[in-house]
């Protein structure tokens, strides 16, 4: 097969592989999705994750995957983080409370897509999530009430997300002593360059201790999130 | 002679012309203060500004313009702001309380020289400024009460200088209703690129009413809130 | 819900929220729709923009907000600004002669949806907007008069919105004493960069007192318009 | 004073308030040092970081901040990290062996100083450090044994710096299961673009759980991974 | 007519006049088509190429050149590399022992199709081609073997494809003493860049003696490898 | 030798071989200026350029050379153009009044240079120059005299420098019909971007017949000038 | 209206007004079209160019402009120049001899478009054109004879367009006296940069007196060639 | 220590470690000589190279590495190249003739010091070398005979070494059927991009088989030519 899964990810980091489905041909997702649960022994439970798949990829997927369906499999798309998790035991199981909290906040409504991603990703990692939307800086009473309500809820970490206030992880990360992890969106139009213009602001931001990661990354901020939070 | 004077500027515009001195040649600048001058009338008063000068350069002309000094002229240099003022009387004359106050802020202290350019051009032109410098939306508890401060003094125009916190504008003009002129340095390193991560930054700003000038512009973002005032 | 308000925003800055609607999922467009009105009292006016919004949005907007119809709410589209304008009450009511007027100006014809929906804010805002298309700095003298006219008109502000010619902006601030906002749009091809080199020229202009917006972005440059204007 | 002091600072993050001396003028410098510890009362424990600072100005500094060595002061300079350490007592008396343990990895000898300055601000927030240096990816043989060390020596987070192998944090987090900071440097020519290569490459690994910071951020890097670590 | 023909390429170089579809008028396609085989006398073995072929383009082409078909000629479509070979002979023909091996490795699975173009070109070229895909620097212990394979079935040279893991072909040169191509593949997002990162990762390699060719060209990197083995 | 001279240049295109003096080393300088002499038969009038040389080079050139001094060759060197002329007759002598006449502008003082460094090419091709310095499009009112100047005057051709006024071939192209050559320069600050802002500004002019040269290439728009006037 | 036509264009540059109508709404294109030709008189010979029109807009031109058609104007479209030339007198009717003959050569046949766009308007322009396409300098065996030919045909300046070669100005005026006029175009993938790559390796060609125009800009290169033909 | 000798990879690659010097410490190069040659065997025959090292530098290395000189070692320094070759044996005893010829190339002057650069690793590596400098595109009749010179001589494999004139590696490739490998350098002003315009070009080249490296590598391109000859 042209495709190699990585099967200790999950030992190494705490969460299953997953297939970054964009650019993929859709004959090679079925083959990758009938595969992966080939070696599944009955009662063990496994999932797989497929990022950036959109809705019509899915719901062709949903008609195309029966066979899996019937081995007792389902198929739970997240329409905003555009995941697909294929399983079958249910999300909630995986939830471990000594993992702690990871909070999410994002700066617009059009942030959201991102911080959803990151969201489904730390709760297949077995970590519970809070989160507050569209909390910019440039309505900074907005956003204050928002942190201090996550510090007394006492997060271990935070994800920021912005496109067009690439400012909001330093503003938290000035007011909260947990890593602080920005992700830049591609939300804006003219100077902000596809998410490159909120990257760099986050990078060079004044408040030490911030941890950046590529544009839209919802995914790359989840695991780094998981990875530090249960390395405690 | 090479340079053609604009001397209708001060009156289309409300101050006198300034010289960019950065890449002409020392003779240049020689010539042009000793022709600027040639037809001031006795008792007329009259000023002259060569911005981005060095100190060295200042140094020289100081020596070198002797003739202008025993015919009454002051040769005022300040170091932060790289501007020379070559005058037959006081800054302070200038001022005229009727054209309101203009208050400027830094993010750190790396900007101030940008915002003294600022600062000389706006009492040059007549009229008060407040300042604060060293104010970084990393430390929003910093932040807030010196806007609240230039709130209560009535500002009618606040200039905000950032080469690290590009976000500066928006919090600011978040909490005020009086224009806010945004000014990126080239404060910074990596990605900060000379400034240009701070002027997309501000350009994209979520919270609009945001008037952005070029890279360093202190001299910019002064004529500009002093035309703003002045159209009352 | 996700979306958070900002009722506060027109009391600050005098014109109402406007939503962003490029890059929001429909669904999304008209909860915050119907969420809006939802505790509007009899007989107050309000009123609600959605800019960049397609034709083909509108129209089944124009469909599933009927029940907002029904409670005596128009929606007006301005299929050039690409704004969606909900409301009880015409946008003539709203026009105070006490603002003074602001001037609108492009370079091109293919300029003009900006211009409009800077028009639109403008007016929104409550100020009357006069306005000259298709000037361009190429052909100077069909730019010379108009500039005239306005200054005749005694505008308190001009916008100069251009993407292939970038220094309309500074051949109008060299000719007028009222401050001047640059509008650069993504208009041209090769080297225009999407908007870019129009930005920067405008942003490096030798007439100084220029304030500018990002890259097509007539919605700010309306606040910023009427901010200016108000601060009288 | 122009500056503003964050002395909230340590508490907030564990480490003191660090100088960016770079682009400061002198005389701001010594002035920084003298205020900052003029409150100190006698016996208490007290530190001051300047980072980014050339070795002629700390000889400067040691000649013109006579007084603060009367008063009990060291000025301690490492002249590989470039930063200057003031404090009346020594680094080691800050190490806590309940932080565990930092890794840090370089790829070339030229990013050394960059791993150097990291290590000094972890050192002075109390955390020890294991270093290796000069292992980069094309010399693979070299680099794993470096990495099993490390996890031997159970080391609960990793700073990898590189300029020229944007690629060594990719091939470390896929090893390990500890956090890993990549911190992109400057060093190369050519298409390194002053470190912007090493930094694209490092945010766009497939490697998910990287966090990456500014482009030479030594600094930045160590205060993350202090957080990181005392956040167990 | 509008298209000259190359057609001493083939002996200079060793494989035929491939025509680069992208971008070219359908019409113009039929043309080189038909003129391309006019000249061929009986019994000529002759062969065409057009890469950057949709599958759409061929499938009209496969009606449109019924008449080529009837001559005895084959169109043979590769749907991964986007070929079309229209040629009166099978490409295995054209293998020549003597040549020698070369690898093709690729980083992920959406590297392949770049691949792919590659494997044609060498194999149109008589040479034959061992390869193995998605084994990327993230997953070490994935690729290690893969290269020592390579390197016991004695490849004279390997070309090596990735767009997100940049560091696959140091990483090899690194291990093997053959000539070393990398091809940049525009797989990614964010600080992507459409290939530009993975492609100033390749140039700035520390492993010396690396080949690199344009993003996503595995039509150049498949002839700059049988230059070199043809060169024995 | 390491350099070829290209002889045949002077009957192609009408003026002789220009050394681009920058980043070669003074010993070659030395070597070039005796060889290309060498040849030179007795009453041979014969004249070499160096452009790009410093001020401080040229006076160790005008000792080093002394033995062409002596053989009647002079050393004419233009400080602003920064361009050495050896020769054995005066410029003057070249001026052919049937070439016409070209006009040259500048919009700022800063520009002068490059536009000397064209006009001492185009003199030394034989055409007479006519030129304006410091007319830029902020201050339209100084610039309409200065081209109905040079259209009075009957210029065959216009050539336009301009670093902070990238328009200033646009307005000037809209009012004359004779070609015109703008050469951006790299003066300014800022989004100037060395030059490249006011390149582009150029390229997407809307007014058409306008020819582009590299950044403060004065030699090229020079060379050019004359190639277009000499071909009447 | 909206549209400002600039009537005097032609007598000033020797060709018609031409709109640009990528980017304009198709219902301003008739307006255009219907208004143009209202004041044209009976008898007078009139025309109008539409550049960047797509085939299937104009195929709508067509059926929308029949009153047009009905007054005797003729709708010629070329669809490789996307050009539609409205007008009441064949194009071959413009051609004035005593304009001498202008060359067109394009490196690859993709670059046709850009070419032919040039001729058409040269044509309009009242000039004979010789044009030989797909003429690459990496097969300079087939480039030399074509050169050759054109200078034998005596034209008065050579238009050399090329996307993946933008040497090909360069070696064209290394061989030829008359005026170079470089187009980059479009063409390429990977590093092509849309254009940008040929642009600047055109500008900076050390073959001196070759003027450049924006990328695919055919139009702006015919306007130029016809200025300074037409200047003799 | 803290660099770590790779010195296997002589017995790999066919040449010894080589110290990029250029931003190291100067101390740390006294330190890597010093240890290089530590263990060296009597009548062992033993070489270093540093590369990047600026004349002074190597005037002080030359007084300060008087042990190694007592104990029969040479330095030899090439200053065009500016590498110090460290060694106890004439250069010229490693040329083995088996390994063929490589030709070297250079559009203009100013790219020598790259071309010297491969020369002496190649020379190093035990491989004769053929170079021609000064040929440009530009006057293709200097090159074209330089070429079948080379192509007479039976090179294996050519390096073409262009700053301004990216083309040359195309016009190269399209006369020869050996490997190309094309070096762009930083020669050049304005659009060059210190050497990215011409390295794009190179990488964009219509004529297939040319092997791209680094700006101003000459170092890679030397040791690529190296592991493609001897792969013989
Ligand atoms: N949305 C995403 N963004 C970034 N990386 C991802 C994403 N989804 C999956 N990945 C990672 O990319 C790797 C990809 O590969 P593949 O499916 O082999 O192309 C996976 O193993 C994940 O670690
Ligand atoms: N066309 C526009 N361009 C720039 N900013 C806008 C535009 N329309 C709305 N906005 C601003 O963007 C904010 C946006 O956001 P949102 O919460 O995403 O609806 C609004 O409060 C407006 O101030
Ligand atoms: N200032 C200049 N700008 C651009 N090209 C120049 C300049 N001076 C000389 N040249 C051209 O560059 C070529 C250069 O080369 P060389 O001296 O061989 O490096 C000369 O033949 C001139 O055509
Ligand atoms: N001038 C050069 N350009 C590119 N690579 C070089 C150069 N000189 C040395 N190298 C390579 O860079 C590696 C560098 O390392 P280091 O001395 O460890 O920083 C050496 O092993 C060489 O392979
Ligand atoms: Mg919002
Ligand atoms: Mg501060
Ligand atoms: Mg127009
Ligand atoms: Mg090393
Ligand atoms: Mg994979
Ligand atoms: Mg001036
Ligand atoms: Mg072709
Ligand atoms: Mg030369």
């Known amino acids: 097969g042209l495709i190699k899964f990585d099967r200790d990810r999950e030992d190494r ?36 994750l497929f990022t950036r798949l959109s809705k019509s990829r899915f719901e062709s997927l ?15 798309y997240n329409p905003k983080a555009k995941i697909l998790r294929i399983n079958n035991y249910p999300l909630k199981d995986k939830i471990n409370p000594d993992y702690g909290k990871i909070g999410i906040l994002t700066a617009g409504t ?16 077995g970590c ?5 939307y569209d909390v910019g800086v440039a309505g900074i009473h907005r956003l204050l009430p928002q942190i201090s309500k996550m510090v ?3 997060v271990n970490c935070i994800i920021a997300c912005a496109g067009m206030e ?7 990360a000035g007011l909260v002593d947990v890593p602080v992890i920005a992700v830049p969106t591609s939300i ?28 839209d990354n919802g995914f790359g901020a989840g695991v780094l999130a998981l990875t530090i939070v ?3």
Chains 1, 2, 3, 4, 5, 6, 7, 8 share one sequence.
Do not use: R
Not at 25 to 35: G, K, Q, S, T, V
Not at 110 to 125: C, H, L, N, R, T
Not at 189 to 213: E, R
């Open 166 to 172: 690439g400012a909001l992880p330093s503003v938290v």
């Open 62 to 76: 949903n008609d195309d995957l029966s066979d899996l369906k019937e081995k007792g499999f389902n198929l739970d």
């Open 230 to 232: 249960k390395n405690h």
């Open 152 to 154: 007394k809820d006492k």
């Open 13 to 48: 980091t705490g969460f299953p592989e997953a297939v970054y489905s964009s650019g993929k041909d859709y004959e090679d997702l079925i083959i990758i999705a009938n595969n992966y649960f080939k070696s599944v022994k009955p009662n063990e439970k496994s999932s797989l």
């Open 188 to 215: 804006g139009y003219g100077v902000s360059d596809n998410g490159k213009t909120a990257l760099f602001a986050m990078l060079q931001s004044c408040a030490p201790g911030i941890a950046v990661v590529n544009i």
């Open 110 to 125: 059009s942030d959201i897509p991102v911080a959803e991603e990151a969201k489904i990703v730390i709760q297949e990692g």
């Open 128 to 132: 519970e999530v809070i989160s507050s």
